[in-house]
């Protein structure tokens, strides 16, 4: 059964890069049919979705965060990873990562538990 | 972007009741609809995908229709687990988008 597990510093100063990390365990992240998304949500909001990995290693990303986004895989550690430039406080949110199976319109069925950041000098 | 708004935003409900959730999108996204429960402190948990199809292990009381602009999330009998907040999301189209959520509360 694959799990999902978000990682990275808490505590990130505004102006600077947050950097996480998804590590995937019980399957491979470069196994084809699956796609790798990061979603946030800020305190008491609703969910927005960051961007999104496929497993061939091409990215889609939201336009509003494009200009400052790279998520890129790492197979030999079997996990993907987030690096956001330019933080703001409005940055600050739990991120998740989550899968989801391309085939037969599958929704986001895997989750991580989710990592709390928080942009503050 | 395509717009998600559901309604209500809240709704209070009891035990045993039968309760109905609204999600609209901004243009069609033909089935490309799921539906998300979360609870505090924990991460989204996948309930309906293609506007209609049970994901593995979900209760059968929980069921998911409509196409297009329109769709519903209903819950037949409400038990204790199920108070939550509720959230659809489209995937017709890049961005994904999230509607704002309805949270679930015992009346």
């Known amino acids: 059964q694959v799990q999902l597990q978000e990682s990275g510093p808490g505590l990130v100063k505004p102006s600077q890069t947050l950097s996480l990390t998804c590590s995937v365990s019980?399957?491979?992240?470069?196994?084809?049919?699956?796609?790798w998304s990061w979603i946030r949500q800020p305190a008491g909001k609703g969910l927005e979705w960051i961007g999104l990995l496929y497993s061939s290693g091409s990215t889609n990303y939201n336009p509003s965060l494009k200009s400052r986004l790279t998520i890129a895989m790492d197979t030999s550690k079997n996990h993907l990873s987030l690096n956001l430039t330019s933080v703001t406080a409005a940055d600050t949110a739990v991120y998740y990562c989550?899968?989801?199976?391309?085939?037969?319109?599958?929704?986001?069925?895997?989750w991580g538990q989710g990592t709390t950041v928080t942009v503050s000098s | 972007d395509i717009q998600m708004t559901q309604s209500p935003s809240t709704l209070s409900a009891s035990v045993g009741d039968r309760v109905t959730i609204t999600c609209r999108a901004s243009?069609?996204?033909?089935?490309?609809l799921a539906w998300y429960q979360q609870k505090p402190g924990k991460a989204p948990k996948l309930l309906i995908y293609k506007a209609s199809n049970l994901q593995s292990g979900v209760p059968s009381r929980f069921s998911g229709g409509g196409s297009g602009t329109e769709f519903t999330l209903t819950i037949s009998s409400l038990q204790p687990d199920d108070f939550a907040t509720y959230h659809c999301?489209?995937?017709?189209?890049?961005?994904?988008?999230f509607g704002q959520g309805t949270k679930l509360e015992i009346k």
């Open positions: 989550a899968r989801r199976i391309a085939a037969a319109g599958s929704g986001m069925d895997v």
């Open positions: 999301q489209q995937y017709k189209g890049f961005p994904y988008t």
């Open positions: 019980g399957g491979s992240i470069s196994s084809g049919g699956y796609y």
């Open positions: 243009q069609s996204i033909s089935s490309w």
